[in-house]
Every structure is written in structure tokens, then in C-alpha cells.
């Protein structure tokens, strides 16, 4: 089990909300409560189908519980979608579950699952009853170097946001230099996040390809761009090389960043090994 810090539980936190008074102080603990809720009831629920899980906080992922994550049957995030997300970068071969434990607060796009029907579901996943998705993930190497899959979205930028982000692309016998706020470049899971707010597809669940899309981009005397966003089939690579000192590679948010210098190169292309994940594939449904 990945489990999320609340808010209102980290140091020095609560006793700053406690003395604002405010609305937003009473939202934070809230969530806290809800959570800790949820987290009793999945104990109790695991607890009757005799499982005695393996915890860790999503804060302290470190070479120890990564190694738990790697070599577990079945990872349960308790939080919601960043603590899903943070977990996924370590699972090989297990399914994962998401379990939002606030949905009150949280979005929890990615989880499929909440207290109110948690003990079901954990019940039917232990029959067979409930299967997990196959959902592809963007595999990223860095200078030859094989970086954790992302199961959203990779974002190629300036570590300052208001700075210019310079890089080449280059796609099958396409290359093209760009000047913009960044490059997304996004699996199907990812195509209704931080894309679609670009003006980017959403995607199936299903499918086996991933897009890529660059943020207000700079279009010389005002031309077309032909790499301006596009999809990476199965088997192709998009290739990407910074034009940047601080350029920066941004794994499914904040939590996972890498270097991005000027000179280096990275190639992104649809993972291998797909992520068994417990979603609910109509939330991805073409509108």
C-alpha cells in the first residue's frame, strides 16, 4: 500500500491552519479525517480476505519500498491521483488499485475505487471477478539512459516557467525547432489531463499510442508548424533535444523530475510492458 501524507498531517502544517480560522483550514482537515477513515476501512476489508499489506508513504519512496512496489502482486494507492501516479512509476508486474480517500476533495480521476465500495471490490478482485486494464505508459530513455515510465505525461520545459522552452523535435524523417511553454507528450491516461487543457485528443483507454503536443508555441512570421502536436505509433520514437541549460524532464507532475541540460537528447516512445491498472475505461470515451 502507497499512502498519501494529508495536508493538515505534515510538519509545521496543522498548527498554521489551525490559526487561520479560515474556510479552507477546515477543508484540509477534513480530508485528513476522511482519509484516515478510509484507511481503517481498508485494513478491516484486507484483513477479512487475510492480507497483512506492505505500507509506505508516498513521501518516503525510497530504494526499499520501491523494491516492495517492484516485486508485490497487487499495489493499492490511498490518496488520490498524484499518489496513483507516484506509485506507478515503480510497478513491473503487478495490477494497481486507486483508492480515493477524500473524494470529497479530491479528483481522483485515476482511482476506481472509494470506501462506500472498497470491501467489494476487494472482494471480487480476489475472486477473478474484477480485472484489471492493460493501459500503455510512455517509456522514456534519457541520453541511453532508461528513466521510470510515466503513466500520464512527460512535460519537456524551462525549469522556470515564465522562460522561453527550446528544444528540437525530430519524428520519423521530420525535425523541426521549437520555442514554446513546453512540450506534453502524453499516454491515453494522460490525454485528459494536462493535454487536453492545451487544446490536445482525448484518447481512448485502449489504445496503443501516445500524442505529443507543444504549449503556446512561437510560430516564426507566423507559420504552420508541422510538428506542433502529432501522435507516437507503436514502434515509432519521438526524439527530443534540449536547447535549454535548465531544461527539465517532469514525470507525471513535480514528484519526478530529471535534468534536461542543452545538448542532451531524449527519446519517448509507447512502453513495452503496460500498467495493469483497475480504471474505468468510459471516462476516456470520445465526447
Partial sequence: MVVKTPVASRKRVAARLARTGRRLAGQVMDAASEQQVTLVTLYEALARLEIVPTTVSVDALDAPARRAIARARLVISVGGDGTLL?????????????VNSAPRSSVGYLTSTR????????RRIA????????????????????????????????????????????LGRQAEDHRSSGLWVSSPAGSTAGIRSAG???????????????????????????LASGFVEEGQALVVES?????????????????????ARATFRVAERPLLLFANPARWAPE
Fill in 200 to 226: 490536445g485528443i482525448p484518447m481512448p483507454l485502449d489504445v496503443r499510442r501516445l500524442q505529443f503536443r507543444a504549449r503556446e508555441l512561437y510560430r516564426v512570421h507566423g507559420r504552420d508548424a508541422a
Fill in 243 to 263: 536547447a535549454m541549460e535548465a531544461g527539465w524532464l517532469y514525470f507525471d507532475g513535480s514528484r519526478l523530475p530529471f535534468r534536461f541540460p542543452f545538448g
Fill in 127 to 170: 475472486k477473478g471477478e474484477l480485472l484489471p486494464h492493460p493501459v500503455a505508459r510512455v517509456e522514456a530513455e534519457l541520453e541511453g539512459r532508461r528513466l521510470p515510465p510515466a503513466l500520464n505525461d512527460v512535460l519537456v520545459a524551462h525549469q522556470q516557467p515564465a522562460a522561453t522552452s527550446r528544444y528540437r523535435l525530430h
Fill in 86 to 98: 507516484a506509485a506507478s512509476h515503480w510497478v513491473t508486474g503487478a495490477a494497481l488499485l486507486g
Fill in 115 to 122: 470506501r462506500a465500495t472498497l470491501a467489494r471490490d476487494l
